[in-house]
């Protein structure tokens, strides 16, 4: 897996999730984060990626543009577009300040379930987990590299380990542009029993 390399958003320190044009167009990468696509393609070819490579790749710019330059620099084709790897919907957070991280990393340890219309962590990780097996059948022909955001690649490392993904923060923090192998597991919950659906609570409760 890669995450993209360094976004507009990242340099401004803001939430960029929603679907609509300000990801899928303008929210793109800065040059240090076009670099860093180069230099992750460089850093792929020690592990023995070469043309043959397949790339998916979430549809927002900034992963997108990630995915372009990678696969240039590596003589691989032209990236699939995948829009189960777009990034994390941060609900209400979206368009603020990206230290609502830490806000909804807390949440999701304690299970909170859409509190601030966040996209649980369930469904994210049911999206990651189909693309993670559907990458595993074309794995058997080429070699495979996903393409998508920060909290959605975290998640699924943590179902690679066999982790239950609400604790996916626990998983050592992807940089941008930073390639990692994703484990074994496709189980979403490693043999830990999903937790019920929770409904947010009414403010004022």
Same mark, same amino acid.
């Given at each position: 897996?890669?995450?993209?390399?360094?976004?507009?958003?990242n340099v401004?320190?803001l939430?960029v999730?929603?679907v609509?044009?300000?990801?899928?167009?303008?929210?793109?990468?800065t040059e240090?984060?076009?670099?860093? #696509?180069?230099?992750?393609?460089?850093?792929?070819?020690?592990?023995?990626?070469?043309?043959?490579?397949?790339?998916?790749?979430?549809?927002?710019a900034?992963?997108r543009?990630? #995915?372009q330059?990678?696969?240039?620099?590596?003589?691989?084709?032209?990236?699939r577009?995948?829009?189960?790897?777009r990034?994390?919907?941060?609900?209400?957070?979206?368009?603020?300040?990206?230290? #609502?991280?830490?806000?909804?990393w807390?949440?999701?340890l304690?299970?909170?379930?859409g509190a601030?219309e966040?996209e649980?962590?369930?469904?994210?990780?049911?999206?990651a987990?189909?693309?993670l097996?559907?990458?595993?059948?074309?794995?058997?022909?080429?070699?495979?590299?996903?393409?998508?955001?920060?909290?959605?690649l975290?998640?699924m490392?943590?179902?690679?380990e066999?982790?239950?993904?609400?604790e996916?923060?626990?998983?050592p923090?992807?940089?941008?542009?930073?390639l990692?192998?994703?484990?074994?597991?496709?189980?979403?919950f490693?043999?830990?029993?999903?937790p019920?659906?929770?409904e947010p609570?009414?403010?004022?409760?």
């Amino acid at each position: 897996m890669l995450r993209h390399g360094e976004s507009v958003a990242n340099v401004d320190g803001l939430i960029v999730s929603a679907v609509g044009p300000r990801a899928l167009v303008e929210v793109g990468l800065t040059e240090r984060g076009r670099e860093q #696509a180069r230099a992750a393609a460089r850093e792929a070819f020690r592990y023995g990626l070469g043309a043959g490579t397949v790339v998916l790749t979430s549809d927002f710019a900034r992963a997108r543009q990630t #995915a372009q330059e990678f696969c240039a620099e590596l003589g691989a084709g032209e990236p699939r577009v995948d829009e189960r790897l777009r990034e994390r919907g941060f609900g209400t957070h979206d368009g603020g300040p990206a230290t #609502a991280y830490e806000l909804v990393w807390a949440d999701d340890l304690a299970r909170r379930d859409g509190a601030n219309e966040v996209e649980p962590v369930r469904e994210v990780a049911a999206r990651a987990s189909a693309v993670l097996r559907e990458a595993d059948a074309l794995a058997e022909q080429a070699p495979v590299v996903l393409v998508a955001h920060g909290d959605v690649l975290q998640i699924m490392l943590a179902v690679g380990e066999g982790m239950d993904p609400y604790e996916h923060r626990s998983v050592p923090h992807l940089g941008n542009a930073e390639l990692r192998r994703v484990g074994p597991g496709r189980d979403l919950f490693g043999g830990v029993a999903a937790p019920a659906r929770r409904e947010p609570e009414s403010p004022g409760g």
